[in-house]
């Protein structure tokens, strides 16, 4: 069973447009939703996270908007740009558990020029 | 150096053989992962130490070996894999269970597994 579903499984954008990503939950028990950015031949980072007792995180053009009663969060890239083309991963983790992070399967974002 | 390195970044091996992966954080944290990255598929999480004591063994076959000789290495003994085995296999860490955690995984570049 798949803890954390991911759509959609890739995503082309013209340069400056807004690229969206989503994610959905079943555990209510998750507390942590981070996103990561991976680029080709590289590890996935850390892009930005969130925990549930906010609804939105803005970090520069990167904003994650959790909806807790809908346990959806998302992934909002304003003014998308070439150099943001990668593969982006949500994930969610339970409590205290060490590292016990659930990925989704990915979106791989392809910004033209 | 600084960061997660994982060594070989590449590596071709034959069913019958028998090979390590090597992975060593330069971040000072306490526990480290090692995950399975195929297509299209989750990122799937094998096994996890935390102060050098295994804490999590995700049903993985006993043809991967994990071993870790202090919370700066860890190695993964493979032996007699199957081609599906073929994947990039990603070492993090973590300071998990200190007062920073802030449970940000840190990766290392992987290492891609092809088994022939």
């Known amino acids: 069973q798949q803890q954390v579903k991911q759509s959609p499984q890739s995503l082309i954008v013209q340069k400056g447009g807004i690229s969206i990503i989503n994610c959905a939950y079943e555990?209510?028990?998750?507390?942590?939703f981070p996103w990561y950015q991976q680029f080709p031949g590289k590890g996935p980072a850390l892009l930005i996270a969130?925990?549930?007792?906010?609804s939105e995180k803005k970090e520069g053009r990167f904003t994650i908007s959790f909806n807790k009663s809908a346990k959806q969060f998302s992934l909002h890239i304003m003014d998308s740009q070439p150099g943001d083309s990668a593969t982006y991963f949500c994930?969610?983790?339970?409590?205290?558990?060490?590292?016990?992070?659930?990925f989704g399967r990915g979106t791989q974002l392809t910004v033209w020029p | 150096e600084t960061g997660v390195t994982q060594t070989p970044r590449h590596l071709v091996m034959g069913m019958t053989n028998k090979k390590s992966l090597k992975c060593e954080q330069h971040?000072?944290?306490?526990?480290m992962y090692w995950y399975k990255q195929s297509a299209k598929k989750p990122l799937e999480l094998m096994f996890v130490?935390?102060?050098?004591?295994?804490?999590e063994n995700n049903s993985v076959p006993s043809r991967f070996s994990p071993e870790c000789p202090n919370s700066s290495h860890l190695f993964l003994h493979l032996h007699t894999l199957q081609p599906e085995d073929s994947a990039l296999y990603l070492c993090?860490?973590?300071?998990?269970?200190?007062?920073?955690?802030?449970?940000?995984?840190?990766f290392g570049e992987g290492s891609r597994l092809t088994v022939l």
């Open positions: 993090a860490s973590s300071p998990a269970g200190r007062v920073i955690d802030t449970g940000e995984l840190f």
């Open positions: 971040l000072g944290h306490n526990a």
């Open positions: 994930a969610a983790r339970r409590g205290s558990t060490l590292g016990r992070l659930y």
């Open positions: 130490y935390n102060f050098k004591e295994q804490t």
């Open positions: 969130i925990r549930p007792d906010v």
């Open positions: 555990n209510t028990a998750f507390d942590y």
